[in-house]
């Protein structure tokens, strides 16, 4: 019905109008794209279904409103005899137009029942690479991916890959109702349908060479305006906003002389569609007026005005299809390139334990031995290699230790030296290349995950806070606790000395992550939660990084209360940290350098 | 629809031409597409009943056959002109836009864009300028177009038979207004569920992300899996509801369609049953009226997402006009040169309703003078650092500068007395050379290396290949969170201001490195003005007074 231009995205990546930086990104991606299309066959079927009804119908209105049209001019009836005709043409119009509706919905369903299934498959499997995989690779950037690149699939599945369909039997089945009627404007059409693919290949490939650079300078170029927008505060401090003005301006010209250029190219290949349709139409019109005329006479029967009026009106509708293709071809190519891109980040990087299930992330196998019922848990590290990403950077080199029930040990050393790569790879959130790890004695690998949970309490150097009441994020590993045993966890961190000032008190919800609490807050808060973990095993990761000292020495005293007989590691910079534990570990550059009894 | 408007004004002062130029050119496809139909519908039409006649060969085929022609290779190059046009104006006017609201921005950062965390905000700010510049692309151009194409039509059916030009002037109102702007209505509510919706998702998937070490040690990351997909199922359900609407904005355009083609065959086969209408004209009034319809297709796909761009652009406008939290006064003073500065009984609190900083806060530092501020976090100090630079403006008390009240002084001229590192300052995609010249672009080299060599950097950035030319930000070499700390550092040292006022310069530096920083800050600052924020402990031989501020109350320390 309409060739609207594609609303192109103007900025980037989601721009390339083909696989202009990649020829073979549409091999590479375009199976595992229709591997997730599986749950939505249903809705994919009906969304082409309604399409095809449509199309078919619309065969139908050409030659009802052929018919009518005949009767009034050729047989010179009056409106009266027009009734029963129009009176199904408007039947078959409304049906066209529920049709469409029922079609729109359908693949916005089909769109959504992929979209959702793969972002939670995406997601899995960004936490199935651990915490070490989600730092390097940025959690702004991951959740952009989770969010922008699963939405750039949407236009793929909502209306490409119907339109797919529909492309190939539409002109087919309209062809063939021309071809009944008169085959010579049949013979017609279907000489410039195949002409039409094959030139629009030519034109793209002739764009792939001339704009690969000019993508690649787009992305560049594309991030620039966030990014100045984010430090503006900064820029203005230093009295350069308003200079940077002018480079904002100077960069978006760059990237619009940059995208027309691409542009030029791009909208060749649907002129040439353009073309051949009207050509076709312009070549129907003029065989029918000459053979009318009896200038041409390629046929033996008089022509009546029925059949050339039919022949006529479904001739544009003939090409409406692949017009409709090739509005949606952007979507495949922002599809693709979105592929592409969630392919490398989750192919790229397979953990070396892979088929485990996230969910289960503390060993490598399952179900394993549970872990022996002792009283208190005692940790070994024998010879632990870690490297990250292709082997590059040690992040451990060699580390054996080992840490008696009931001790507490500190480890300490510069940042960048290893020390939250020890606990986690304690943890289990990383595996070591090399080396093993041992809890009460048994590798960790052949432990049961689910009894190992149960007993440790871990707080990370940026403690998770979720969108929820104060009571809410302290609950988050113990749903279970009563009121009376948050309250006193709450009181023991010192959560409580700033609670009690908010009106609502443990039920005030955080703002936007957490927003709202200050590094120091969070951070007794999260110690708040190991409190009611009630663990025999304690890791921590710079508890008290972000307080002062006296808080500090105030927490330390009841965090050293609540640790009597259960085993505590802490990762830490300060001396007060230092100065409670049992033993201490110093590391630099991934070893361990030295070692402190106290 | 008034702050659509307003965009449209912005985008028209400077881009009329080409926005106008594209809307012409969009008519004239239209046109030419829709009298191909015309022309070829009269034309076979009239040649039929030529021929039954048999007065095919006295036929003139000539005129009408160039006609088609015409038109046809028309069609294709001023189609061809109006995607290239229309693509250049809308990339124009999201220049401007950008610039624009880059424009409007300075003034409020920080305090008016999410304070110095701005991410959540300009996340938003870019969204909503994207859907902004697609408006003249997908809804005013295709309007301007099938509104023009309306009346030269109905004018060119009137010429027939009047009461033609009516079914049509009716049913293009039908389609082109009123469609689009029931389904506007009625996306309203769907549109804002699914911004809401994508700003829950984006919060479940950091939220998890971020969390990903706790939630998968304690087992909870399920949790955080179903949250996830539990915000986006209401994304769905908010998208398949503006999908709907948007399908039943097209189903509505085609019924129209149809109800005006029939009305229009019955008049124009009673006109011609009477002899007022010649028969073939009747063919070429059915092509003209689905000609013509094709121009309303757009429409209903633009007003599906209209709802979605009014929200945007009364977000972005909104934003825009706010209030500054401070301005310059009205006659601003001179600002003597100096390096004292005064609290003088300052109060403050974020907002009406937030709860107070700082309370009844004096402090006086006098040139040259090095002091720290030591303090819980959540204590004030970095509201205290805000203050000095009237990031905001305390609620009583006034902020001294070389003796002059800040509020009396140009924003600009305060600013470049002080040089401030806060606690996230951003590095930028650049050179580090680039990144350092924001300090002082007139620094020389051997004042770069002396920046980094105090802030602990230089022997970094020497062992890298390309040295200061070293590309870093997120297409270049990633520096870590210490590494990226300490150039902001060396950047801040580098501005030649009369006040170093430093937020936690150690933050994720260790133990040994912050020593040595602090052992040669008072060497760097040489008699600047030294304001230190900070709950570092080894102080000694680096600052003259400590002072400790707990609930927004500073005493000295002891």
Redesign the interface.
């Known amino acids: 019905?309409?060739d609207?231009?594609p609303?192109?995205?103007?900025?980037g990546r989601r721009l390339s109008p083909t696989e202009l930086r990649d020829p073979d990104l549409g091999r590479r991606n375009g199976a595992w794209l229709r591997g997730w299309a599986r749950p939505a066959r249903g809705a994919l079927a009906a969304a082409v279904a309604c399409g095809a009804l449509g199309g078919l119908l619309l065969i139908v209105q050409a030659f009802l409103?052929a018919a009518?049209?005949h009767l009034?001019?050729?047989m010179?009836?009056?409106?009266e005899a027009?009734w029963p005709l129009?009176a199904v043409?408007?039947l078959?119009?409304?049906l066209?137009?529920?049709l469409?509706?029922?079609?729109?919905?359908a693949?916005?369903?089909a769109?959504?029942?992929v979209?959702?299934r793969l972002?939670?498959a995406v997601?899995?499997a960004?936490?199935l690479r651990?915490?070490g995989w989600?730092r390097e690779h940025r959690?702004?950037a991951?959740?952009s991916a989770?969010?922008e690149q699963i939405e750039a699939f949407?236009g793929y599945f909502?209306r490409y890959l119907p339109a797919m369909a529909l492309a190939v039997f539409l002109p087919a089945a309209m062809v063939v109702a021309i071809l009944s009627r008169e085959p010579v404007v049949a013979l017609l059409l279907l000489a410039t349908l195949p002409l039409i693919p094959l030139f629009m290949a030519l034109v793209g490939m002739g764009a792939a060479a001339s704009s690969r650079r000019q993508l690649q300078a787009l992305?560049?170029m594309g991030?620039?305006?966030?990014?100045?927008?984010?430090?503006?505060?900064?820029?203005?401090?230093?009295?350069?906003?308003?200079a940077?003005?002018e480079e904002?301006?100077r960069v978006?010209?760059g990237?619009?002389s940059r995208?027309?250029a691409v542009?030029?190219i791009a909208?060749?290949s649907?002129?040439v569609l353009?073309?051949f349709a009207?050509?076709a139409?312009?070549g129907v019109?003029?065989y029918?007026?000459?053979s009318?005329?009896?200038?041409l006479t390629l046929r033996t029967a008089?022509?009546?005005?029925e059949v050339?009026?039919f022949c006529?009106?479904l001739a544009?509708d003939v090409y409406l299809p692949l017009r409709n293709l090739a509005t949606h071809y952007h979507d495949r190519a922002s599809a693709l390139a979105a592929a592409e891109e969630l392919r490398t980040l989750l192919e790229s990087d397979l953990p070396q334990a892979p088929a485990r299930h996230?969910?289960?992330?503390?060993a490598a196998a399952q179900p394993g031995r549970p872990l022996p019922q002792a009283e208190a848990i005692g940790l070994s590290l024998d010879d632990v290699t870690l490297r990250l990403g292709a082997g590059e950077r040690i992040a451990l080199d060699g580390v054996s230790f080992s840490v008696a029930p009931g001790e507490i040990l500190a480890l300490a050393?510069?940042?960048?030296?290893g020390k939250t790569t020890v606990l986690?790879v304690i943890?289990g959130?990383r595996q070591p290349q090399q080396g093993s790890v041992l809890w009460n004695g048994v590798p960790l690998a052949d432990l049961d995950?689910?009894s190992l949970?149960a007993r440790?309490?871990?707080?990370?150097q940026?403690?998770?806070?979720?969108?929820g009441t104060l009571a809410q994020n302290l609950r988050?590993?113990n749903p279970d606790a009563s009121d009376a045993q948050v309250e006193a966890a709450a009181r023991a961190a010192g959560v409580l000395d700033?609670a009690a000032?908010l009106p609502q008190g443990l039920d005030t919800p955080l703002g936007?992550?957490g927003?709202g609490?200050?590094?120091?807050?969070a951070q007794r808060l999260?110690l708040a939660r190991v409190f009611l973990r009630q663990a025999p095993l304690l890791?921590l990761d710079e508890p008290t990084a972000?307080?002062?000292?006296?808080?500090e020495a105030a927490l330390l005293e009841r965090l050293a209360s609540h640790a009597r007989g259960r085993t505590l590691v802490i990762a830490t910079?300060s001396?007060a940290v230092i100065a409670m534990a049992s033993r201490v570990l110093h590391l630099a550059e991934g070893r361990i350098v030295a070692e402190e009894q106290r | 629809m008034k702050d659509l408007l307003f965009f449209l004004r912005l985008a028209a002062r400077r881009r009329l031409s080409w926005m106008l130029a594209g809307a012409l050119l969009t008519f004239t496809t239209l046109l030419a597409g829709t009298a191909l139909l015309t022309l070829s519908g009269w034309f076979i039409s009239a040649a039929a009943l030529a021929g039954l006649a048999g007065a095919g060969a006295v036929f003139n085929f000539f005129v009408p056959s160039a006609g088609v022609r015409f038109f046809a290779i028309g069609r294709i190059l001023s189609r061809y002109g109006e995607r290239l046009v229309t693509h250049e104006a809308t990339l124009r006017v999201l220049a401007d836009l950008r610039v624009w609201f880059f424009r409007k921005a300075i003034p409020l950062a920080p305090a008016r864009l999410g304070g110095l965390r701005s991410g959540e905000v300009v996340a938003r700010v870019t969204s909503d300028i994207e859907a902004l510049d697609n408006l003249y692309l997908r809804a005013v151009a295709p309007a301007a177009a099938a509104l023009l194409l309306t009346l030269i039509a109905a004018g060119f059916l009137a010429l027939f038979e009047p009461r033609l030009a009516l079914v049509l002037l009716a049913a293009m109102g039908l389609a082109g207004v009123a469609v689009p702007l029931l389904i506007a209505r009625l996306a309203r509510r769907s549109g804002k569920a699914q911004a809401r919706a994508a700003a829950e998702l984006r919060g479940a998937a950091l939220d998890g992300l971020q969390g990903a070490p706790e939630l998968l040690a304690h087992g909870a990351s399920d949790r955080a899996a179903s949250a996830l997909e539990s915000a986006s199922l209401r994304l769905s359900v908010a998208q398949r509801r503006q999908a709907s609407l948007g399908g039943l904005g097209g189903a509505l355009i085609l019924f129209t369609t149809g109800l005006a083609l029939v009305l229009l065959l019955l008049i124009a086969a009673q006109a011609v049953a009477e002899g007022r209408l010649s028969p073939p004209l009747l063919a070429m009034a059915a092509l003209l009226l689905l000609g013509v319809f094709e121009a309303a297709g757009p429409l209903a796909r633009a007003c599906q997402s209209l709802g979605q761009t009014r929200f945007a652009a009364r977000r972005l406008r909104s934003l825009a006009e706010t209030e500054p939290a401070v301005r310059d006064c009205e006659s601003p003073q001179d600002l003597p040169p100096g390096g004292d500065l005064a609290f003088e009984r300052v109060s403050f609190a974020y907002g009406p309703d937030a709860p107070p900083v700082l309370h009844d806060l004096s402090l006086t530092v006098t040139e040259g003078e090095r002091v720290a501020i030591l303090g819980e976090s959540g204590s004030g100090k970095s509201t205290l650092a805000h203050l000095l630079l009237r990031l905001w403006d305390p609620q009583a008390g006034r902020v001294l500068l070389a003796g002059t009240d800040i509020s009396r002084v140009r924003q600009a001229e305060l600013h470049q007395r002080i040089a401030f590192l806060s606690q996230d300052t951003p590095i930028f995609s650049g050179s580090l050379r680039e990144n350092l010249l924001l300090g002082d672009p007139e620094a020389e080299e051997a004042r770069l290396w002396e920046a980094l060599d105090q802030a602990g950097l230089a022997d970094f950035v020497a062992q890298l290949p390309e040295g200061l030319e070293s590309w870093v930000g997120e297409t270049g070499v990633n520096l870590s969170g210490g590494q990226g700390r300490r150039l902001a550092l060396a950047r801040a040292l580098l501005k030649p201001s009369a006040i170093l006022l430093l937020d936690e310069p150690t933050q994720g530096l260790d133990a040994s490195a912050e020593r040595a920083f602090f052992a040669t800050l008072a060497q760097a600052a040489r008699g600047r003005t030294l304001v230190l924020i900070t709950h570092a402990q080894h102080l000694e031989g680096c600052v003259e007074r400590v002072y400790r501020l707990d609930k927004g109350r500073l005493q000295p320390a002891p």
């Open positions: 019905m309409t609207l231009p609303p192109e995205s103007l900025e409103l009518a049209i009034v001019v050729v010179q009836r009056g409106p027009l129009l043409l408007l078959v119009i409304a066209r137009a529920l469409h509706w029922a079609g729109e919905r693949g916005a369903r769109a959504t029942l979209k959702q972002r939670r997601f899995e960004m936490l651990g915490p989600i959690s702004g991951l959740a989770l969010i949407d909502a992305t560049r991030g620039h305006f966030v990014e100045r927008l984010r430090g503006l505060a900064t820029l203005k401090l230093y009295g350069r906003a308003e940077e003005l904002v301006r978006t010209d990237v619009r995208t027309l542009l030029r909208f060749l649907s002129a353009e073309f009207a050509l139409v312009a019109a003029l029918l007026g000459l009318y005329l009896g200038l008089p022509l009546s005005l050339g009026l006529l009106l544009p996230p969910t289960a992330p503390l050393g510069p940042s960048g030296s986690e943890l959130l995950p689910a949970r440790l309490a871990y707080m990370s940026r403690p998770h806070l979720f969108h988050l590993f700033f000032e936007e992550r927003f609490l200050s590094g120091g807050q999260a890791l972000h307080l002062d000292r006296a808080t910079h001396p």
